[in-house]
């Protein structure tokens, strides 16, 4: 059970790392071809669900079409947030302020409270959740393997 449970979070690591990777080929491919699209006066291609060989290229067997578009990110740097929230609240932008707290951010908040036994606020404000779990990291080389290797 143990070795399992190593091997699946080794495995979830290892993906979460190729899908990063793959992201970034993906976001790089992605303005190439926009700038090809661009470049031919296109606004849409078609990509077929199988080769010419007849290999299917998209599990479900469908063609897919890539249209080119412009997406927007925005980034507010820490010393401007209160200057933008002001400019987005007096130009009619209010509604998209939330006031968030990242889950990690306070499930370690959280953690280190608990270890020092320090107190938390009643629970009618802040639900805590006690998992029961195990923290698998890579043992030092030359380790000893322990009892149970399953």
Not at 42 to 55: F, P
Not at 86 to 93: K, V
Not at 108 to 121: G, V
Request: aromatic residues 4%; contains cysteine.
């Amino acid at each position: 059970m143990a070795k399992r449970l190593a091997v699946l979070k080794n495995l979830k690591s290892q993906l979460t790392e190729r899908a990063e990777a793959l992201g970034g080929q993906i976001q790089q491919l992605s303005g190439t071809l926009y700038e090809a699209l661009a470049d031919e006066n296109l606004s849409k291609i078609q990509v077929a669900a199988r080769d010419a060989d007849g290999t299917l290229v998209f599990a479900d067997g469908q063609d897919r079409i890539i249209t080119p578009e412009i997406l927007y990110k925005g980034h507010i740097p820490v010393d401007s947030r209160a200057d933008c929230y002001a400019w987005l609240r007096e130009n009619g932008a209010g509604a998209i302020i939330k006031e968030t707290i990242h889950d990690k951010s306070l499930s370690s908040w959280i953690q280190t409270r608990k270890e020092k036994k320090e107190p938390l606020p009643a629970e009618a404000l802040l639900k805590v959740t006690e998992l029961e779990s195990v923290t698998v990291r890579k043992a030092p080389k030359g380790a000893e393997r322990g009892a149970a290797n399953e």
